[in-house]
């Protein structure tokens, strides 16, 4: 037998007869069957997992987009904080450089501040400077004067030396009580410029007006044997001319060469020592060198 195709199969099928149905078979079928649909809905209601598994997507959803939520708040509060952070940077960043605008103009004001100062200290020596000069242009001036002088009192010496050789008797006492008082005062002369010397750095006193308040009155500078100097009670009235004395180591340092003179008499030769001792009538052993005078030691 030739087996049939699809078409074939399909005709054969569509010309086969209908099979009748029984009556009331669809009416007995659906009375014999009994479906549980109360207990079905009974479980269904009791039972909470297939709600669950319902609504499970939507929690997990709704707990994810919460999580997302309270992430945004958090990063949104991290951002404010950092934004105020930020703002706080920059006010400091503008007071840093405000501070450092600030501290230019401090050190630029010191600098100009110890310029002032270095200037004010140059001014202050200069004008030490020229009160010196101006002491040494009086000085100066008056050179001549005690030049002249001293060539008097030289002549005058010699006068009192010939005076000695002719022997009187009162002369001679009168002499040598003008020669004890003119060592007393050159004594008071070298007492007065050790005690001005410690108080100034162990530099000597450059002149008697220097050291006016180490010495009692302007009348010791005048030796007694001067007869043509007026002897000052007043140090306003004193100047360096109206001395009898001679300073020979003025703005020296006290120290060794021990030997170095301090002042003299012209008249009687007597020598002030810078130890403050007082060696009577020795001039003639005078010596300078290298600045100094000195007295040389006799034999």
Known sequence: MKPMNDTEIEKVLRKAPRVKVPAHLREKIEADIVLPRAEVN???RNDWRPLFKRWLPALSFGALLL??????????????????????????????????????????????NRQLEQ????????????????????????LAQ??????????????????????????????????????????????????WANDNHDIL??????????LNSPKILVCPSDERRNRVTEWSQFTPAKSSYEL????LKEGPPWNTIMSRCP????????????QGGAWKWATQKDGRWLLERRN
Request: glycine residues 6%.
């Open 146 to 195: 005690l030049r002249a002088e001293n060539k008097r009192l030289v002549a005058q010496q010699k006068a009192f030396a010939a005076g000695a050789q002719e022997e009187d008797p009162f002369g001679m006492a009168k002499e040598k009580a003008n020669s004890v008082t003119c060592i007393s005062n050159l004594k008071q002369i070298g007492l007065g410029a050790r005690m």
């Open 267 to 278: 008249i009687h030769g007597h020598v002030g020592l810078i130890d403050g001792s007082v």
């Open 42 to 44: 009974r479980m269904e």
């Open 119 to 142: 200037l004010r200290k140059d001014n202050a020596e200069l004008e030490q400077l020229r009160a010196e000069i101006a002491q040494l242009r009086v000085q100066a001036q008056e």
């Open 67 to 112: 999580g997302c939520l309270v992430a945004i708040g958090v990063q949104s509060n991290v951002l404010l904080d950092l934004r105020r952070e930020n703002q706080k940077l920059r006010a400091a960043s503008q007071d840093l450089e405000q501070l450092r605008e600030e501290n230019t103009e401090y050190q630029r004001l010191q600098a100009e």
């Open 248 to 251: 020979l180591a003025p703005g």
């Open 205 to 214: 006193p450059r002149d008697f007006l220097t050291m006016s308040n180490e």
